[in-house]
């Protein structure tokens, strides 16, 4: 797999704990308290996309906090830009913690 082929998420990106500047890439109404690798991985495979989870990979530059430990590979596709499928994602991990 190239680095062309997929786009990075990283968990600190749709975290409303952290800041726009150290890593949040979604408004913060959209973002969730925390969110879990697994959570990601659900919304990434609901969507139908291909991916890989690497839960030992640290952000770049948070690397001595574990906190923001894991990341997961989304193969690139035509129906999204990177921001867009953050935002989806983001978009089911909460609605699946309000449980619909």
Same mark, same amino acid.
């Given at each position: 797999?190239? !680095?062309?082929?997929? +786009?990075?998420? +990283? /968990?600190?990106?749709?975290? %409303?704990?952290? &800041? /726009? &500047?150290?890593? *949040?890439?979604?408004?913060?109404? @959209?973002?969730?308290?925390?969110?879990? $690798?697994? #959570?990601?991985?659900?919304?990434?495979?609901? @969507?139908? $996309? !291909? =991916?890989?989870?690497?839960? #030992?990979? !640290?952000?770049? /530059?948070? +690397?001595?906090? #574990?906190?923001?430990?894991?990341?997961? =590979?989304?193969?690139?596709?035509?129906? =999204?830009? *990177? *921001? &867009? $499928?953050?935002?989806? @994602?983001?978009?089911?991990? !909460? %609605?699946?913690? *309000?449980?619909?």
């Amino acid at each position: 797999m190239g !680095k062309k082929d997929y +786009w990075v998420v +990283w /968990r600190i990106n749709i975290d %409303s704990t952290v &800041s /726009r &500047s150290n890593g *949040r890439v979604v408004p913060r109404q @959209l973002a969730v308290d925390k969110p879990t $690798l697994e #959570e990601i991985a659900k919304a990434a495979s609901m @969507l139908g $996309l !291909k =991916y890989e989870a690497h839960p #030992e990979k !640290k952000h770049p /530059r948070h +690397w001595f906090e #574990e906190d923001y430990v894991g990341c997961i =590979y989304v193969y690139k596709v035509d129906d =999204y830009s *990177r *921001r &867009s $499928l953050i935002k989806k @994602l983001a978009q089911i991990v !909460k %609605s699946s913690r *309000r449980g619909g």
